[in-house]
């Protein structure tokens, strides 16, 4: 009989608990809407809070961006906060919701920080999230900003208050074509995969600035992420004529290894031509078969001149080194941030959105950061890195006018 | 076993007594909480707004699992897939031409000038996923074992789909500009409707029977089961329901892209189906409500204290914590009302319930002859034959490994025979399946019990009066009957699993009956049994043979039971028969002492 009876009455002690703790769930939720009645902002100049909500992907599939980037502006707002705030009275309060990489949870948890009475919100680097949670944002007047999301369509999708401290991945790819065009290459092949809008669409952006500049897109592959073997792209490649003499991918890890050593296995020696998905360790392990590979990527991440300074600061906060450029562009949103702030001389949101749109030349630590002109994209400083004995070489860094760039395509 | 207890006391014994009472007991319990939901949720501010609405719409698609995977057994790694091809359908059909311009430029022009309101768009959503669900439900109900996997297949196969055509998704971009119609009261609707699906499925016909091949495939044919048939009604509809939940998520924030449908939803959405019991509605709820709020309150408390992993950590426990405790799930494979039911009073029949035995002049009702089977050369059937009289008992003995049970296969179906003709009454069988032999009167039982264990007995039985045509309602009033005539009515709203070795062996006979059969085939049905018990199975069988006015085909070792019931006997040996005709007189020829024990003397029931 007990035994029976048993499952009952567990369901209705789980079934009760699950309902009380889904109601805890909202009404804390509730309790977020009344506080939106704080957000009464002082006057222009007088000092106040700027609440900052990042709805990040502290765990999950995008943690390895949001994660490094989050703890770099950390280390910005501390920084700030010890000098008294932006200008010495706008101080910075950071409050970080999990949204679990998840582009529901991303929205319910950007909904909280509005409900809060956010001044700007911080959302994932990706495209997905952004317009989710940034379309909540756009309806409340918000700023919203995405971490590195590179896609340039967050505006077109979400609105005009919705950013990304990103180049735009069309920019990225006219700093690549205009490298190539001045290393006297003719013939470019382009090898994109369809699986994501980061992979389908550099390529694209790559052929139509390389055209532009009198080159010519001889072939155009593509690939399944992933994939085992490159060796019938390869065979494609050989067949092609005129050979091309560079080669542009925006495949990364596992993908652009398995590639480039199919292809220079092939005897193939096309200059290859990467972006910022191949900037790591795994790269540079390559050996030889890398030498000569350029890419674009932020900065150089490397501990000397203005960076050795972020390095210092960051392992006297962290114990450890930065290991990825996003703590170094993590903290770059920050100095953005304070470059607004600095220029509305105010904690309200509207004030914050027209100064970001139009900000121009705001400090970073790889360069100088601008918004005006930008479709919401970040106008920033390109790197571009030739691998050289196994290193990081720069040639150069490079900040392509606005109106040559590819138009970001929906 | 049965009387008062807390559990039971709050729904009362004759309000669950009868099926359909516990099915309206339970939809309107669950629906008005929903309803609840729905009518709270809308006060209250965005944030929870979403959280219910979004809770509400994996609700749905995990309903839909419960469709599937909850009443089939097998779990279904595809039905993310229905729930992308529902919402980028109702995205498309929905959006303004303006948007759609902008954003899907590459759409055909057809599409591009379509523009229907919301609650339509979502019913073409529906559609287009039952249709895709018909397609991959084509080959799904083919497949048993490795049907989950070919769900996996599926679902790779949709979302390279979704990623290929571009000028419909915009590839593995962000797809937007839908509307944000999914309000908690919409997304409710849809859970209500789902709901209501899928507890009314659970005690249909087709449901039935779906949860009775989960049990035992073998045993579900041979109570006329159409297993194929069924797991692809069941999947056709779970994708319909699916298409319910992309309909809701189109809605639910306007954006997607093809990797939101993908593993991590799957794989969430298993994960509330597991904790809470796939095999009840209610299962579906208390799972869908815990983990989600397992979720938001632990990512709250991470939230405030700064501990981001919480979330996962607390996810990954309860996944253990249920595995480890109840591996069914909270719920395991009962609703509560049935849980409760059980508590409640046993059936009691009236006379008039009982059908009256009918003996009609003895004719041949099964004839079986120049059975051939082959295994790799190995020779198990050499032209045997069998025949078996209305109201009489055919007896069929020999030694291990003489051809008994593959008489019997050959005979359902189960096995196909070389070469053999089969005459059930007037019918000739030639290549009908297993189901369709029994539904022309073949009823069986197994050697090794094969009950359907997760199943009420009054169940077991429900599933072999519905294959003989019955509707639910009379099937279950027949079933009872047939239960009382075995003598375990008593046992009726228990599960088959739990009852003693005898009384599932009798459970067994009712089930084989319920198929109104013309013949019997009982495969040492006195095994495990005293010789008391099996006096008092004898004595059954004879009551049994008059109501029923079957003949029975009787495979027993026990050569008193034989004897004294039999009214011819058949012996195989090798797989051949060696004598056929009166018991007594079988029994006393030497060739049969010879292959039955090894040498001359009269076989006994020692072996």
């Known amino acids: ?410 | 076993m049965r009387g008062s207890d807390a559990g039971m006391q709050l729904i009362p014994a004759s309000f669950v007594a009868t099926r359909n009472s516990r099915k309206y007991t339970s939809t309107i319990f669950w629906a008005i909480g929903i309803a609840l939901i729905g009518l709270v949720g809308n006060g209250l501010s965005q944030a929870p707004q979403l959280l219910l609405a979004n809770s509400l719409t994996l609700l749905i698609g995990v309903l839909a699992l419960q469709i599937f995977s909850g009443n089939s057994g097998i779990l279904s790694f595809g039905h993310v897939g229905f729930v992308g091809v529902s919402a980028y359908t109702t995205g498309i059909l929905s959006m303004t031409p303006e948007i759609k311009n902008a954003s899907l430029s590459s759409l055909p022009v057809s599409l591009q000038e379509i523009s229907l309101p919301f609650p339509v768009a979502m019913i073409c959503g529906v559609v287009a996923a039952t249709l895709v669900g018909v397609l991959s439900g084509l080959v799904i109900a083919r497949l048993r074992d490795s049907a989950s996997i070919a769900s996996v297949g599926i679902l790779i196969i949709i979302h390279g789909t979704l990623v290929g055509a571009e000028d419909f998704t915009r590839g593995s971009q962000t797809f937007f500009g839908v509307e944000r119609f999914t309000s908690v009261p919409v997304a409710a609707s849809v859970a209500i409707i789902a709901l209501i699906v899928a507890r009314w499925f659970r005690d249909s016909r087709v449901g039935l029977h779906v949860r009775a091949s989960r049990d035992d495939v073998i045993s579900a044919s041979s109570s006329g089961v159409r297993v194929q048939q069924s797991q692809f009604k069941a999947w056709v509809l779970s994708a319909a329901v699916a298409g319910g939940m992309g309909a809701c998520y189109a809605g639910l924030l306007g954006a997607f892209s093809p990797k939101d449908f993908y593993f991590t939803l799957t794989l969430t959405m298993l994960t509330m189906l597991i904790v809470g019991g796939s095999g009840s509605v209610a299962g579906a709820v208390i799972g869908v409500a815990l983990v989600m709020a397992v979720i938001e309150n632990l990512r709250k408390i991470g939230d405030s204290i700064g501990l981001f992993g919480l979330t996962n950590a607390g996810l990954a426990v309860i996944i253990l914590l249920t595995l480890y405790l109840r591996p069914k799930g909270i719920m395991g494979f009962h609703e509560p009302e049935e849980i409760a039911a059980f508590g409640g009073e046993a059936p009691t029949l009236t006379e008039q319930d009982l059908p009256d035995g009918i003996v009609s002049a003895s004719e041949e009702v099964l004839s079986v002859t120049g059975l051939t089977k082959k295994f790799s050369g190995l020779v198990a059937l050499d032209d045997a034959k069998i025949f078996v009289q209305r109201g009489k008992i055919s007896g069929l003995i020999g030694p291990n490994g003489s051809g008994k049970s593959t008489m019997v296969n050959c005979i359902t179906g189960v096995t196909k025979a070389d070469s053999v003709v089969i005459n059930l009454g007037p019918l000739q069988i030639h290549k009908e399946h297993t189901w369709q032999r029994a539904r022309a009167g073949l009823g069986r039982t197994f050697q090794n019990i094969r009950l359907f264990r997760n199943l009420t007995v009054l169940d077991n039985v429900v599933v072999a009066c519905i294959s003989a045509g019955e509707s639910v309602k009379s099937a279950d009033k027949s079933a009872l009957a047939l239960l009382n005539q075995v003598g375990v009515l008593h046992h009726a709203y228990r599960f088959a699993g739990e009852l003693s070795f005898g009384d599932q062996r009798r459970v067994e006979i009712a089930r084989a009956l319920a198929l109104r059969p013309s013949v019997l085939l009982l495969d040492e049905p006195a095994a495990g049994m005293n010789p008391a018990e099996s006096a008092a199975l004898l004595a059954q069988f004879r009551e049994i043979m008059k109501r029923a006015n079957a003949g029975m085909l009787l495979i027993d070792h026990d050569v008193t039971l034989i004897r004294s019931a039999c009214d011819s006997l058949t012996v195989l040996d090798h797989g051949k028969v060696i004598a056929q005709g009166n018991p007594e007189q079988v029994l006393s020829l030497p060739e049969v002492h010879a292959a039955y024990l090894g040498w001359g003397d009269e076989p006994s029931n020692d072996d």
């Open chain 1, 1 to 410: 009989m007990n035994r029976k009876t048993g499952p009952l009455k567990v369901s209705k002690t789980i079934a009760g608990l699950s309902v009380i703790m889904l109601l805890a769930a909202c009404s804390s939720g509730a309790s977020d809407a009344g506080s939106t009645e704080e957000a009464a902002a002082p006057a222009a100049g007088e000092a106040c809070i700027v609440k900052v909500g990042v709805a990040g992907g502290q765990t999950g599939g995008l943690a390895y961006a949001d994660v490094p980037h989050l703890e770099g502006f950390e280390l910005w707002a501390e920084q700030v906060n010890a000098n008294g705030g932006i200008d010495g009275k706008f101080t910075i309060e950071t409050i970080v919701k999990d949204s679990r990489s998840d582009i529901t949870q991303s929205a319910t948890v950007a909904a909280e920080l509005l409900a809060q009475g956010i001044s700007i919100l911080i959302t994932s680097a990706d495209a997905d999230p952004t317009i989710a949670a940034g379309a909540l944002a756009q309806a409340e007047g918000v700023t919203a900003v995405s971490w590195f999301g590179s896609a340039p369509i967050v505006q077109l999708a979400a609105g005009d208050h919705v950013f990304s401290n990103a180049f735009g991945d069309n920019t990225q790819a006219k700093v690549l074509a205009d490298h190539a065009t001045e290393m006297g290459y003719q013939n470019a092949y382009t090898l994109g995969s369809p699986d994501s809008s980061y992979t389908k669409m550099l390529p694209v952006y790559f052929g139509e600035a390389f055209e532009a500049n009198g080159g010519k897109v001889v072939g155009a592959g593509s690939f399944s992420m992933g994939q085992a073997s490159f060796s019938v792209i390869v065979d494609e490649i050989k067949a092609l004529s005129p050979a091309p003499d560079v080669i542009m991918t925006p495949a990364y890890e596992p993908d652009f290894p398995t590639f480039i050593k199919a292809l220079r296995g092939a005897g193939i020696t096309a200059a290859v031509l990467g972006t910022d998905g191949i900037d790591s360790p795994t790269t540079l392990a390559l050996a030889d078969i890398a030498e000569g590979v350029t890419y674009t990527t932020p900065g150089v991440l490397k501990n000397e001149g203005v960076m050795g300074t972020f390095f210092t600061d960051y392992n006297a906060k962290y114990g450890k080194d930065p290991e990825t450029i996003y703590a170094v562009t993590g903290y770059e949103l920050g100095l953005t941030l304070e470059a607004v702030v600095t220029q509305a001389q105010s904690c309200d949101a509207d004030a914050i959105w027209k100064a970001w749109a139009n900000l121009e030349g705001a400090q970073g630590i790889t360069g100088k950061i601008s918004y005006k002109g930008g479709d919401g994209m970040a106008i920033r400083e390109i790197a571009l890195i030739e691998i050289k004995n196994s290193e990081r070489s720069l040639i150069g860094t490079f900040s392509p006018d606005p109106a040559t760039v590819p138009k970001a395509q929906l």
